[in-house]
Every structure is written in structure tokens, then in C-alpha cells.
């Protein structure tokens, strides 16, 4: 039944379906060979309920409706400005503040692909004029917005944490870590990349500058402020928090930058709506889908035939890292999350490993794919928000993807790097 699913979902992808399609055909299909018929399909649409009715799920379409509004305000903007004074003037610089620009929005809106909007619209322009390559330019934009699928708050943390109950609080808190590794790897390269090709530098700014550019930067810095220092010290849940960053988002925007009408929150709304449809499907069909094939005993099959319980920890940590990776190249990132996360519970739960550190591990692989030739959903994103073509949009990704893995392998052998900031904010 496994084969039957997957060439359904090949080939509804290759046809051209978005990938709801294949996945409520494949779950469908699967719960027909099951059960011979669609006289229980009240026990499927039970499992697709269950899969969005979480309390904790309500943080998403409040993250998504929180970085909607500052993309379309000003907190993008003045976030970029204030990097570009303190660190434009050196050499890479102005790649370097790209960087920083995405990790410091990703600590705001928790989307890779918001990321690429807000970052990206505003610092490609400047990167071509400085002299960097198209390619490393949009390389850079691409993924360096994955680091934002590691800094708080992430979606891809809140829909790993909901299915494997593990504790959001505690997975925000583990990314920074390897989040920073990752943004300081990208700016080493950055740095050499100039250097090789002698890029102009910025001029450089005055301190006057710099002062008046934090000074206009310290509203929107307030973001992470308010989700780690509010989850850490334990005034609200992270579903809680981002409530507060929709309510703070708005009050930025509408009152204290007034760079939104009230007539504009009709248009964010809508578009916070759709984006939230789509995810909740996912969420739900994906709940399903993972019931059915738990039921046939799918995973128990394949973990079998790689002899997963011969691996140990290292091995188990070895085969998510590729199998995420691979997977989130072809399909969306929530759906993998969705799919083969309960496929490797019991290998998980065999070996000990800690689910936090499992979760970072899959959050950062996911985010890695996302930007991976074929179907990586942030070099569409690319496409369609820069118009250049597949081709070029990828041609630069190499150096970066293998940045990546190092970073990936480096999480796996030394698990502190996500735990430390882990076990010292939830010290007992």
C-alpha cells in the first residue's frame, strides 16, 4: 500500500496539484484499501479533526497574522537600516547585514518565506549595485531566511512540538542556539566572498547615525524581547505570546508608526486567512495521512527494512537529519513534519534520544530543504517575488546548503549547542 500512496502523491505533484491535493488523495485512497469501502470514513474525518483541534495550534494563524502586519508596516525596514549602520561599512558588509537582517526578522515573524518578502525586497536592490553576483544574492536571501525557522518564534517548532507533545516553550528556547552558528558560518563566507571578488565596502555611518537608526529600531527589537523574555520568565505560554505579538504588532504599525490605515487590516486579514486555511489543511489531512499509514503499520515496515533499532542514537539522529532533508525538497515542510515525525517515535522513544533536541534537529533539516533543488518552497517564493528564473535562482545555493549540513552535523555530535540555552532556562 506504501508503493500505491506514494506514486499517487509523484504523480499528482508532477501533474501540478498544490500539495493538499495529492495528500487528501493519497489519505483517502489508503483509507479505501483499508477498510474496502468509505462506510467508516467518519473514523478518518475524526483523526483530520483531531489533528487542528490542539489549543496550541492557535499560535499559528496569530504568528502569521503578527509578521503580515510588519511586512506590510515599517518594522522590516527599520530593523535592516540599524544593522546596515553598525556593520554595512566593512568588508561583506552589506551581505553580512542581509544575514542579520533575516535572522533579526525571523526572531519577529517566524517564516522563512516572510523572510524572503520582507529581507529580500529590501536588500537585493542594494547587494546588485554593491557589486555581489545575482546568484549569491538571492542564495544569500534564500537561506538565510531559513534561520528564521530556528529563531523564536518558529511554526515549524509549534507543529513538531503539537505532534510529538513535546514543550514549545522549551523548542523556541533550543534554536537559538544553532540559529547564531548558523548566522555567524554565513558571515564568515560573506566575508571571504568579498574579499575573493573585492567588493566595494559602504560608506560608513556616523555614531550619530547608528544612534538614531537603534533608536528608531527599539519598538520592533521589543519582538523577540517579548517572546523569550515572556516564555523564559514565565509570564505567558508561547501561545499566549503570540497573541501579545499581534496585539504589539498592531499597536506599532496602526498607532505608533501609523504606517497602516484601519482600511488596510481588511487586506491583512484576508491574506492571514488564506495563508492559515492552507496550513490548518495541511495540518489536519496530514493527521489523518499519518493515522492511516501508523495503522497499516507503514512506518514499523520501513524502519524494519533499515534496521533502525540496530543504529542507536547516532544512527537514529543520522537517518531523520537525511530523511527530512530529502524529503522537504520535493513537498512542504509542515507536511513532512506532519508525516514522518510520528514514523520515528518509536525509534525515538528507543533510544532515549531528548525530543527537544530531536525537534531542532528536524526543524533545522526542514528548513535546509526548503531551500534544496527541486522544490525547495523558498526558491519559489524567490521566483515569484524577484521575476529570474529557476535556474539562476538556485545556481548560487551550493556553498550555502553545505554550510548548512555542516551546521546540521555539528548539532547531532554536539548537542549542546541547542540544549545549553535549553537546560539553562528550565533549569529545575
Known amino acids: 500500500m506504501a508503493t500505491i500512496l506514494m506514486l499517487i502523491m509523484i504523480v499528482l505533484l508532477l501533474v501540478g496539484f498544490p500539495m493538499m491535493i495529492p495528500l487528501i488523495a493519497a489519505s483517502l485512497t489508503g483509507f479505501y484499501l483499508m477498510f474496502d469501502g468509505i462506510g467508516q470514513m467518519d473514523t478518518f474525518i475524526q483523526q483530520v479533526l483531531g489533528g487542528i483541534r490542539p489549543a496550541s495550534l492557535i499560535a499559528v494563524p496569530m504568528f502569521i497574522l503578527a509578521a503580515d502586519i510588519m511586512t506590510r508596516g515599517q518594522s522590516a ?13 566593512i568588508r561583506g558588509g552589506l551581505a553580512i547585514s542581509t544575514a542579520t537582517s533575516c535572522t533579526l526578522f525571523g526572531a519577529v515573524s517566524g517564516s522563512t518565506q516572510a523572510t524572503v518578502v520582507a529581507v529580500g525586497s529590501a536588500l537585493r536592490p ?3 549595485r554593491a557589486g555581489y553576483s545575482d546568484p549569491f544574492s538571492l542564495a544569500l536571501i534564500i537561506n538565510a531566511s531559513d534561520i528564521a525557522f530556528l529563531i523564536p518564534p518558529s511554526i515549524g517548532m509549534i507543529i513538531y512540538g503539537v505532534i510529538s507533545e513535546t514543550s514549545i516553550a522549551e523548542l523556541f528556547i533550543a534554536g537559538i542556539g544553532p540559529g547564531l552558528m548558523i548566522l555567524l558560518m554565513f558571515s564568515i563566507y560573506c566575508l571571504i566572498y568579498a574579499t575573493v571578488n573585492n567588493v566595494p565596502t559602504e560608506e560608513k555611518a556616523s555614531w550619530k547615525e547608528r544612534l538614531q537608526a537603534t533608536q528608531e529600531a527599539l519598538w520592533p527589537l521589543m519582538f523577540p524581547v517579548i517572546i523569550v523574555g515572556g516564555i523564559y520568565g514565565g509570564v505567558f505560554s508561547p501561545t499566549e505570546a503570540a497573541a501579545v505579538c499581534v496585539l504589539y504588532a498592531a ?60 543504529m542507536g542514537p547516532m544512527g537514529v539522529l543520522a537517518a531523520i537529519s537525511i530523511s527530512f532533508f530529502i524529503a522537504c525538497m520535493f513537498v512542504d515542510p509542515i507536511v513532512v513534519i506532519l508525516v514522518l515525525t510520528p514514523i520515528f517515535a518509536p525509534a525515538i522513544a528507543a533510544t532515549n534520544l531528548d525530543p ?65 540555552l535549553r537546560d539553562l532556562a528550565f533549569a529545575e
Not at 527599520?78 to 553598525?86: D, G, P, S
Not at 486555511?277 to 493515522?291: H, K, P, T
Not at 517575488?385 to 548548512?404: A, C, D, H, N, S
Open 126 to 128: 542594494k547587494l546588485l
Open 77 to 89: 525596514n527599520r530593523l535592516i537600516h540599524m544593522v546596515m549602520t553598525y556593520i554595512g561599512h
Open 251 to 310: 499597536i506599532l504599525e496602526f498607532v505608533v508608526f501609523r504606517s497602516l490605515k484601519l482600511k488596510d487590516f481588511s487586506a491583512i486579514a484576508k491574506s492571514t486567512g488564506l495563508i492559515t486555511a492552507v496550513v490548518f489543511i495541511l495540518v489536519g489531512v496530514g493527521n489523518g495521512f499519518s493515522w492511516i499509514i501508523s495503522f497499516a503499520q507503514v512506518p514499523q515496515t520501513i524502519l524494519d527494512a533499515v534496521g533502525i533499532d540496530q
Open 356 to 420: 527537544v533536541h530531536v525537534g531542532i534537529i528536524i526543524t533545522l533539516q526542514v528548513a535546509i530543504g526548503s531551500a534544496t533543488p527541486p522544490f525547495g518552497c523558498d526558491i519559489f517564493t524567490a521566483i515569484a517575488i524577484f521575476k529570474r528564473p529557476y535556474w539562476e535562482v538556485i545556481r548560487g545555493t551550493l556553498p550555502f546548503i553545505l554550510m548548512l549540513l555542516t551546521a546540521a552535523t555539528l548539532l547531532i555530535i554536539f548537542p549542546d549547542i541547542a540544549l545549553f
